[in-house]
């Protein structure tokens, strides 16, 4: 079982910055790629960002392009979601989770994912 522990959230203000970093640990695990999705009251859970864990190889909503960056950690097995120029439409639950297989899905698919975290609030004040 993979746990995975998300760290970072808080309040701040638009146009500021926030680092969520995520954590994974647990028994022997492969990884084949992690993202980050987040859910604001009332909405669906929406895809943020990914990352292959190999390759590198990144992906992003367009609405984050330009803003945010998804990179890793392979040694500690950890991503992390640097959010630059926050805006309040960015206010949700961000979400990390793990694909340990290639199940041949985007990676924009809740779906395609095996494990969550538990979820840390993001909080953009106008």
């Known amino acids: 079982q993979v746990q995975l522990v998300e760290s970072g959230g808080g309040l701040v203000q638009a146009g500021g910055s926030l680092r969520l970093s995520c954590a994974a640990s647990?028994?022997?695990?492969?990884?084949?790629?992690m993202g980050w999705f987040r859910q604001a009251p009332g909405k669906e859970r929406e895809f943020v960002a990914a990352?292959?864990?190999?390759?590198?190889?990144?992906f992003y909503t367009d609405s984050v392009k330009g803003r945010f960056t998804i990179s890793r950690d392979n040694a500690k097995n950890t991503v992390y979601l640097q959010m630059n120029s926050l805006k309040p439409e960015d206010t949700a639950v961000y979400y990390c989770?793990?694909?340990?297989?290639?199940?041949?899905?985007?990676?924009?698919?809740?779906?395609?994912?095996?494990?969550w975290g538990q979820g840390t609030q993001v909080t953009v004040s106008s």
């Open positions: 647990g028994r022997t695990f492969s990884v084949y790629a």
């Open positions: 989770a793990i694909s340990k297989t290639n199940k041949l899905r985007p990676l924009s698919l809740v779906g395609t994912y095996d494990g």
């Open positions: 990352i292959r864990w190999t390759a590198g190889i990144t």
